[in-house]
C-alpha cells in the first residue's frame, strides 16, 4: 500500500493483500491455522475481541477512505467483511481465488466506494 499514492491504489493493493493470503496452498495453510487459533490467543470472544485481532490490518485502509470522501468508520467494516468473506470462504473450501476473482472483488469494492460520490 505504501508503494501507492492513489487511494484507489491503496485500496486495491489493501483488497489483493489479503486475498494474497490464500492463494496457494502453503500460505493459504498458514493463514488457516492463524485463525483457527485465534480464539485461543488470549482475548475474550465476542466483536470486542474481533475488533482487536482485525484493526492493526482494518485500520490501513483508515486513510486512503477519508481521501476518497468516505467514513472510515463507516465504510471500513463494509470493505472489511467483503473481503475478510471471501478470504474465509476461500479457506474452508482449499481453494485459491484467480486473478480474475480478486479483480473482480477489486472492482466491487472500489464501486461501492465510489456510489453517492458524483
Known sequence: MARESSPR????AWVQGLLHQVSGRAVARTSRTVI???????FPAGADAEDALLRPVTSLLDEP???LGRDPDSD???VADLTLGAMRRYLWTD???APEDVERLVGFVLRGLDAGLR
Open 9 to 12: 491504489e491503496q485500496v486495491r
Open 36 to 42: 483457527r487459533h485465534l480464539g485461543t490467543a488470549g
Open 65 to 67: 477512505l477519508r481521501r
Open 76 to 78: 471500513g467494516p463494509y
Open 95 to 97: 481453494t485459491a481465488p
